[in-house]
């Protein structure tokens, strides 16, 4: 069987079986369609059922959580755990506390985590979890209270050879706290290598909350570097204001880089003579105000209410920061139409489908999410490692092996694509880079 073949059937197999899960089913899609090349080339992953076996998660973990309000009132909410392919070392994803969080989102989430765990070159498998929880509105009390009610159930399927969870949207440092307090309670032990993402007081790592925005930069400093292009003077526009966003423009300021235009999910601002990152820093990282906070704070700019048109700005580079598919075919046009030179993914596969056959047809240099914001789930290997020794790296040491574990993602990502596409076309570079480490491994391990 060619390999366009074999895909349509995994294809066609994997949307009766997953009905209805557009998420999963649109990463899957993504995902398969790039591997013609490497599949045409040999029939071992055919002869070894390999796709067939990559699609369907090794577990499936729903269970419920009820906590208690603060005027004493129950609620229910439902908690996920997607252990998806632990063949080159355990299962490693962040968990999602988000109202839109279900199956198929989570399950879309750990499929794209076990191929860009594989192309960082760590002892990393993939996973991931979430609850459709809400921690906007709550209090510390209640965020507490829900925390310890989702490990009561967690801490079964997870250990440091086994499922190490990190944070994700709407699960920081806090979070990530009340919920290893949790596990050290039930378990009756100190065990800081169950989780990542942890405070630096008890675990942590230098350098881990900066590494998704500062790995997203460097990624796409190497792209544009090979290219001879500087980022000094660039203009850049970021969806989104979380960590990944401020620190990609905290990194980006340091490139000499001119960041335009931001957004929350209110809207967005927009400061042609680039946006603050001390002030940002303030509004949305330490005090989680709305972003239009920024106007009046630096007096000037102008807030604009609606986070999806931000898009329609001219820009040299487009980085999406926010969550998945906010970037849609219109979207891409309008980046084209603008001049955007290149775009990076630092949320998880932010870009549609078809807004990446945009930027393919329009010669748009193209950094998907697997490689660009791989950054974050590599210092959480570094973590791990400093974890296991009882050690503690230095912000420079952690830095260094950042930049240096982004350097060999790009690399192998754009030798794959030279060999199997055209070295601009990262996505099949990326994608057959990470499916071949894995799939060699599956094959050697047998079933």
Not at 73 to 99: D, E, L, T
Not at 219 to 236: A, P
Not at 346 to 371: C, D, E, H
Not at 401 to 426: E, F, G
Request: glycine share 10%.
């Amino acid at each position: 069987m060619n390999g366009k073949k074999y895909i349509e059937k995994v294809i066609n197999e994997v949307k009766l079986r997953n009905n209805g899960e557009e998420e999963f089913i649109d990463a899957v899609t993504d995902f398969l369609e790039t591997l013609v090349p490497i599949l045409d080339s040999t029939s071992k992953y055919y002869d070894n059922s390999i796709l067939e076996r990559l699609v369907e998660p090794d577990r499936q973990i729903i269970f419920q959580v009820p906590w208690i309000d603060e005027d004493n009132k129950i609620h229910i909410n439902r908690g996920f755990r997607v252990q998806f392919n632990n063949y080159i070392g355990p299962y490693k994803g962040g968990i999602r506390f988000h109202p839109t969080v279900n199956q198929s989102i989570i399950k879309f989430l750990g499929f794209e985590q076990t191929f860009k765990n594989s192309l960082t070159g760590m002892p990393l498998g993939g996973g991931k979890g979430g609850s459709d929880f809400d921690p906007k509105g709550k209090s510390e009390i209640e965020i507490l209270r829900f925390c310890q009610s989702y490990m009561v159930e967690l801490y079964r399927h997870i250990g440091k050879d086994i499922d190490v969870p990190a944070g994700d949207i709407g699960v920081g440092k806090r979070e990530i706290g009340y919920l290893y307090g949790q596990y050290r309670r039930i378990v009756g032990m100190s065990s800081p290598g169950v989780l990542t993402g942890k405070g630096i007081d008890y675990g942590g790592s230098l350098g881990r909350t900066e590494a998704t925005g500062n790995g997203l930069v460097y990624f796409i400093d190497e792209m544009l570097k090979e290219r001879g292009i500087s980022l000094k003077n660039k203009k850049v526009i970021i969806s989104g204001s979380g960590n990944v966003a401020f620190y990609s423009l905290r990194k980006l300021e340091e490139y000499g880089a001119i960041v335009v235009a931001m957004s929350d999910s209110s809207g967005y601002i927009y400061d042609e003579k680039g946006i603050d990152s001390e002030i940002i820093y303030k509004i949305k990282i330490e005090n989680r105000l709305r972003i239009e906070e920024y106007v009046s704070i630096k007096g000037r700019g102008n807030y604009y209410n609606n986070s999806k048109d931000i898009w329609g700005n001219k820009c040299d580079i487009a980085l999406p920061c926010a969550t998945q598919r906010e970037l849609n075919e219109n979207d891409a046009l309008k980046l084209v139409e603008n001049g955007v030179i290149l775009v990076g993914e630092g949320a998880n596969m932010p870009s549609t489908i078809k807004a990446q056959k945009v930027f393919m047809k329009n010669r748009v240099l193209f950094a998907p999410a697997k490689a660009a914001n791989a950054g974050g789930v590599s210092v959480s290997a570094l973590e791990m490692s400093q974890n296991s020794m009882r050690v503690s790296w230095s912000d420079e040491e952690v830095d260094k092996q950042l930049k240096s574990i982004m350097k060999n993602i790009y690399k192998n990502s754009s030798d794959m694509a030279v060999k199997y596409s055209n070295k601009d076309d990262l996505l099949t570079g990326a994608n057959i880079a990470s499916f071949i480490k894995l799939a060699d491994a599956m094959i050697e391990l047998g079933i």
